[in-house]
């Protein structure tokens, strides 16, 4: 563990396909606990063509080398595209190599987010990106053959990374809504990949407006390096960071503490009014199965001491999240 300034917690290294999202890096430090921190690498993707994909993934390992001489404390590859582009099972294979190349734990953006969906019970969701269809076909055949069906999937066809970046903040949203409301057959939650687009409060939004758990890199790349790194602690502002684990009895939320992840009973959710942070301090997570009738029951009974409980046994703030300041 880092014994600095930077990360004393916890110290992610993160290896960014492009140039960092300046929005990415904000949320981040807005999202994550005290002494959480990161350092970043950038690779050379400037469009998601095969060619600078393959290019991408010669340069990781020489990331991986590189953050680790900045002491940090786990490497986190986000970017899902190079790493379908291989096929199945190089989620795992990169991992390895990244973790050899650093002498450190490795972490690929795929696998995060495979881990998430499973660990929340999701086997079938919407996906929306803003990728080519060819990406999306890829992504669509990977986690098929990880037993998760994606059941309508939307492709705004955008090739250039810089082109992904001037999307509006909303077109993130609404382009993942109706994705999720045009599916054949009701998903149990969102899949929404890819830095360069929208914003970590589009998440709340989307849950609370629909009523299910989206996957994102971002929520998935902080609560599995919490996760990894052994880290404790609320997640502040964004009451569904940690949504990917509030759907099992061992939902892992970063604490990772007790049967239900907060120390709390197996018969029903544990609520705290120290806070409202969403997962220690006025956290709630439902039983097995959802938390559906406990959810709401608890709602009932602990009114004035539990924040905005919906029925899904998560917590959402009671008032909306401030504007973008990107």
């Not at 120290?274 to 997962?279: Q, T």
Request: hydrophobic fraction near 35%; include cysteine; aromatic fraction near 6%.
């Amino acid at each position: 563990m880092a014994e600095g300034i930077t990360g004393w917690r916890l110290h992610v290294g993160v290896i960014f396909p492009t140039p960092v999202p300046p929005r990415a890096v904000l949320e981040f430090y807005e999202a994550v606990p005290e002494g959480v921190d990161m350092t970043t690498v950038s690779l050379t993707i400037q469009q998601l063509s095969d060619n600078d994909m393959d290019e991408a993934i010669k340069g990781m390992e020489r990331a991986a080398k590189q953050l680790a001489n900045f002491d940090v404390d786990v490497i986190y590859q986000s970017g899902v595209p190079p790493v379908v582009r291989r096929g199945l099972g190089f989620g795992d294979e990169l991992a390895d190599r990244l973790s050899q190349a650093s002498g450190l734990p490795a972490i690929t953006d795929m696998s995060s987010v495979i881990d998430a969906m499973r660990t929340a019970n999701l086997k079938t969701l919407a996906m929306a990106t803003p990728f080519e269809q060819f990406i999306n076909d890829r992504l669509v055949q990977y986690l098929a053959a990880e037993k998760i069906e994606i059941t309508n999937n939307t492709a705004l066809g955008i090739k250039r990374n810089v082109e992904i970046r001037r999307l509006p903040i909303p077109v993130e949203y609404t382009v993942a809504r109706k994705t999720y409301l045009e599916s054949a057959k009701k998903p149990d939650g969102i899949y929404i990949p890819c830095g360069g687009w929208g914003s970590i409060r589009n998440i709340e939004l989307l849950e609370t407006d629909l009523d299910t758990t989206v996957v994102t890199w971002m929520n998935a790349m902080i609560w599995s390096s919490m996760r990894r790194g052994k880290v404790a602690g609320a997640i502040t502002r964004f009451r569904q960071i940690a949504g990917v684990a509030l759907r099992r009895r061992r939902q892992l939320c970063p604490q990772w503490f007790g049967n239900d992840g907060h120390g709390g009973t197996d018969e029903e959710p544990f609520c705290d009014d120290s806070g409202d942070d969403g997962c220690v301090s006025g956290g709630i997570l439902g039983p097995a199965g959802s938390g559906d009738v406990t959810a709401r029951a608890c709602h009932d009974r602990r009114r004035d001491r539990c924040r905005a409980i919906r029925p899904t046994g998560s917590n959402i703030s009671a008032t909306p999240p401030p504007a973008s300041r990107d």
